[in-house]
């Protein structure tokens, strides 16, 4: 499967922001998608995921502000970031895999480019 986001850009703190992961190739509901952030020099982590049956999961730092969810008409996934802060800022990735521990873990099979966004205070 290939991966592409879309919708980095700048917004302010306390703002809003929308990225989209659409999917392409061997698609599949079963997949579990989920999204990974990497800020200037820190490792990459988990932010959210989602998988069949829309069962979703998010990292501590994001709960409550962020939101992930899935179109299976237009194999794309959606993540909606809302009260952004400044340390949201980062690279965000979306990857897919039929493991939800390989998303979950940052070992998924597939990975799309990343889409930069800042978040200004």
């Known amino acids: 499967v290939q991966l592409q986001a879309f919708g980095g850009g700048s917004v302010q703190a306390g703002g809003s922001l929308r990225l989209s992961c659409a999917a392409s190739g061997r698609t599949s509901s079963s997949v579990a998608v989920g999204w990974s952030r990497q800020a200037p020099g820190k490792e990459r982590e988990f932010v959210a995921g989602?998988?069949?049956?829309?069962?979703?999961t998010y990292a501590d730092s994001v709960k409550g502000r962020f939101t992930i969810s899935r179109v299976y008409a237009k194999n794309t996934v959606y993540l909606q970031m809302n009260s952004l802060k400044p340390e949201d800022t980062a690279d965000y990735y979306c990857?897919?895999?039929?493991?939800?521990?390989?998303?979950?873990?940052?070992?998924?099979?597939?990975w799309g480019l990343g889409t930069e966004f800042t978040v200004s205070s």
């Open positions: 989602i998988r069949s049956g829309s069962t979703t």
């Open positions: 990857a897919a895999d039929l493991s939800w521990e390989a998303v979950v873990g940052g070992k998924a099979s597939s």
